[in-house]
Structure formats: C-alpha cells, structure tokens
C-alpha cells in the first residue's frame, strides 16, 4: 500500500515536471529557426499567414466597395481608393518572401508581382484625372492566386 502510494506520487510528480519542462520550451521552435535558416528566409506561421490574409481580403473588400460607383452615379472617391490600396501595399509587403525564400512557397511565386500591381494601381489612381483600372486589377488579384494554390 505504501510503495503503491509512493509511486502514483512520484508518477503526479513526474507528470508534473514534464509538462512544466513542455511548456517552458514551447517556443524552442523559433530559436531552432534562427539557427537551421538563413537570415534572409522569412517564417510567417500559420496564424500569422492566415491573419494577414484575412486583413488583405478586409482590404480588397473595402477597395472593391470604393470603386463602385454610389447610388447617386458619382464616381469613387479618389482619396479612399488610394487609402485602401496604400494598406493591401502593407499588408502585401508584410507577406513577401525573403531573398531567401518563404515557409509559405507561393508567397515566393506570386506576392512579389501582387505587391508590383498594387503600387502601379496606387500610382495611376494619384493622377489627374485618376484611372481606376489597375486598381480593379488589384481587386480581382485573389481569384488569380487562390486558382493556382488550391
């Protein structure tokens, strides 16, 4: 009886510490990161990815919204247009690949040309009079890349 209690004790103890010693090493993955790939690589985990995506597709949305013209026929809103396609810039920016590449391997293939149409779109709707039509481009962008990546 006493040996029996003795090691269900030693078994919570040692439970205990294992998951203790777990949850202490819980982020040993990114410190193995920065020794196992080149400085130039970049790692956006999952959640990162997929929250920066559903902050580019928020974006897209609003841009989309902006291009339509109101009820009234006016045209869009020049100042908003460039707003909106100043942040998909960011946000785009952000989910580039490194020079050495990406944990995410289209990245590498499609976001570099993804981030060059927003700045051209950017860049024709700041003249005057502005042209919206790279920024429709931009707008449709995701159905470009979401077909090759599914």
Not at 68 to 94: K, Y
Not at 105 to 132: I, K
């Amino acid at each position: 009886m006493i040996i029996q209690r003795t090691l269900t004790v030693l078994r919570a103890v040692l439970l205990f510490s294992t998951i203790l010693a777990i949850s202490g090493c819980a982020d040993i993955a990114a410190t193995v990161r920065q020794v196992t790939y080149p400085p130039d690589f970049k790692y956006v985990t999952g959640q990162e990815f997929r929250s920066r995506m559903d902050r580019m597709a928020f974006q897209l949305q609003l841009l989309d919204r902006a291009l339509t013209e109101d009820a009234a026929g006016r045209p869009p809103q020049q100042e908003q247009v460039l707003g909106t396609l100043q942040n998909i810039e960011q946000v785009a920016s952000s989910l580039q690949a490194g020079e050495a590449g990406s944990s995410h391997p289209f990245l590498q293939d499609f976001m570099e040309g993804f981030v060059s149409d927003v700045e051209q779109a950017r860049n024709a709707a700041a003249q005057e009079p502005p042209s919206y039509y790279y920024a429709g481009r931009v707008a449709g962008g995701c159905v470009n890349c979401h077909a090759v990546n599914r």
